[in-house]
């Protein structure tokens, strides 16, 4: 959906184009128990072939084994009392609103933010690259959260 629909969408505000991601939802989507070293990797290769169709060598591999990096962290900052099940994957079902939510939007944010550091690659845009990333994140955070609710992903 990243390559075929949201690829074609462009936000031009203020003179500054923005994108809508949705990329990192298969970075949340992956089961808990999933090796830290395996989340890279499919970060790594879903990047890579999404890097193929938008033509960006590597912005968004990069990008996507940093938020397969920062996903153990933001697991554990929002693990409930009782911890991780076995059985129980990161997806609204299981986990509710408000925690999916905690993990995705972090998450999301820390992919944005390094996304459009590598796109852009200069220090001296830091403005731009904060004022992209705050203008993405809530666009599509409201796109993950459709396709949560409308397909129902369950791993």
């Known amino acids: 959906m990243q390559v075929l629909v949201l690829q074609n969408i462009d936000l031009p505000i203020a003179g500054i184009h923005y994108s809508i991601f949705i990329f990192p939802l298969f970075i949340i989507l ?3 128990e999933l090796e830290s070293y395996i989340c ?14 938008y033509d960006s060598p590597g912005v968004f591999a990069s990008a996507g084994v940093f938020a397969a990096f920062i996903r153990p962290l933001i ?9 991780y ?14 925690w999916f939510l ?10 944005m933010l390094f996304y459009y550091c590598m796109e852009v690659f200069q220090i001296s845009k830091l403005g731009v690259i904060l004022l992209k990333t705050i203008i993405s ?14 397909f129902n992903p369950r791993l």
């Not at 697991?75 to 911890?83: M, Q, R, Y």
């Not at 905690?102 to 992919?111: E, K, N, T, Y």
């Not at 994140?137 to 409308?150: A, G, H, N, R, T």
């Open 30 to 32: 992956l089961p808990f």
């Open 40 to 53: 890279l990797l499919i970060g790594f290769f879903l990047g890579i072939m999404t890097d193929f169709f």
């Open 75 to 83: 697991l554990s900052l929002n693990e409930p009392k009782t911890g």
């Open 85 to 98: 099940g076995r059985d129980i994957s990161p997806v609204i079902n299981s986990m509710g609103i408000v």
């Open 102 to 111: 905690r993990f995705a939007i972090p998450l999301s944010a820390g992919f």
């Open 137 to 150: 994140l809530p666009i599509s955070i409201i796109f993950i959260f459709i396709y949560v609710l409308i």
